[in-house]
């Protein structure tokens, strides 16, 4: 049975999830704003929960209507056979957005559905669900636009970001799906030697790593579909056996991360290592500036530093600079992506960016500045 979904991903990120959605073999793949629709059958739900680098969940649509008030949402909600997706014994959570809609309080239309999916579980099952707005079984997710109103259940539960390998952390990690989806802008293979000479946390090292070995970023966890009515878990468990063996390994990843922070080179260290990674990556403490490249071509992935506090806008301006310089004399043959929310690096690198992405961390707008370090053609004149 053919059921449409919505896979909702970092802004800026959305045709690249569209690839991805269509190789995981989704139909109907269309990118809307902060994300993709699609179309398939529950086993696609649940391959693209396994499989999604990008998304950040998989949203099953139950309702997609046109309302005119609140009276309008409860009703329609009311009217869903909610007996058939969950048993009252689960415990809920809402969550709603809108874009433009007219309606004075979105809080008093959020209360509104969670009364009709209680009021229609306890009139059908005698019972109503409990809300856990820390740890819910279900998440209902709604959306209102001016004159729509649409119903998913959320099929992933916890976000899909959330690889469960990332133990340790510095400052302003990137989420993993972001990391995931800027190594597929870059081009990005696993055949391809890489390196992030501004490691931080790790977290370019650890997707790198998982999807040079084959692992499927959903492979150490569970899913919010495996408390649904009608689960078939001897199903689901052959599938995701058949699903994991065909993910295949590349023979010899080339992966070389380094930070001239001793503190970030070992906070990577302990995360490849908790996720059993370690050895699939080359990991130094070492100064970009003096770090000679580790292979003779390939591509460079990296969150450089940026300023915030007063006086680090002034060392960056003297360091942005250095980094074009290395680029220039020691990195010819490699292409080098910088994700930043700096919209000053490429005037201080001084080199001429060939694309300018533009891509949200959250709701900070940023950056992904490409530069191809084809030999003597690239500084700014």
């Not at 990118?31 to 086993?43: H, I, R, V």
């Not at 916890?158 to 597929?184: D, M, Q, T, W, Y």
């Not at 960056?316 to 292409?335: C, F, M, V």
Request: aromatic share 10%.
């Amino acid at each position: 049975m053919m059921e449409n979904y919505f896979a909702p991903c970092p802004r800026g990120l959305e045709t690249v999830l569209c690839e991805e959605l269509s190789e995981i073999g989704a139909t109907n793949v269309v990118a809307s704003d902060g994300g993709a629709g699609f179309s398939g059958n529950p086993e696609i739900a649940w391959k693209a929960n396994l499989e999604s680098r990008i998304a950040s969940r998989i949203l099953w649509k139950i309702l997609d209507s046109d309302y005119l008030n609140e009276k309008d949402i409860y009703e329609k909600t009311l009217g869903l056979s909610w007996e058939a997706f969950f048993s009252p014994d689960l415990t809920i959570k809402v969550n709603l957005a809108a874009t433009k809609s007219p309606l004075k309080s979105l809080d008093f239309a959020t209360l509104r559905i969670k009364d009709a999916v209680c009021d229609r579980l306890r009139q059908k099952k005698g019972r109503r669900p409990s809300v856990d707005t820390l740890n819910p079984d279900i998440r209902i997710h709604a959306h209102l636009t001016r004159n729509r109103f649409s119903l998913y259940i959320d099929t992933s539960g916890e976000a899909l970001f959330k690889r469960g390998l990332r133990h340790f952390s510095v400052e302003a990690p990137l989420r993993e799906n972001l990391a995931a989806g800027i190594l597929r802008l870059a081009g990005w293979k696993p055949e391809i030697p890489f390196l992030d000479p501004m490691c931080g946390s790790g977290t370019f090292l650890l997707e790198a790593a998982q999807i040079a070995l084959g692992i499927l970023p959903g492979s150490r966890r569970n899913f919010a579909f495996e408390k649904l009515a009608g689960f078939e878990r001897g199903k689901w468990l052959e599938l995701r056996q058949k699903w994991i063996e065909n993910s295949k390994p590349c023979d010899s990843p080339r992966i070389f991360g380094s930070d001239i922070a001793g503190r970030a080179v070992e906070t990577s260290r302990k995360n490849l290592g908790e996720a059993g990674l370690e050895d699939a990556v080359v990991l130094k403490q070492a100064n970009f500036l003096e770090l000679p490249p580790p292979w003779e071509a390939g591509i460079i992935v990296t969150n450089p530093p940026y300023g915030v506090r007063i006086g680090e806008e002034e060392s960056l301006a003297r360091l942005y600079p250095l980094i074009g310089d290395t680029l220039k004399q020691k990195y010819s043959g490699w292409n080098a992506y910088f994700f930043t929310a700096d919209m000053k690096l490429p005037k201080l690198i001084r080199l001429s960016a060939s694309r300018r992405i533009p891509l949200y961390n959250g709701a900070l707008e940023c950056r992904l500045f490409e530069y191809r370090m084809v030999s003597g053609g690239m500084r700014k004149q």
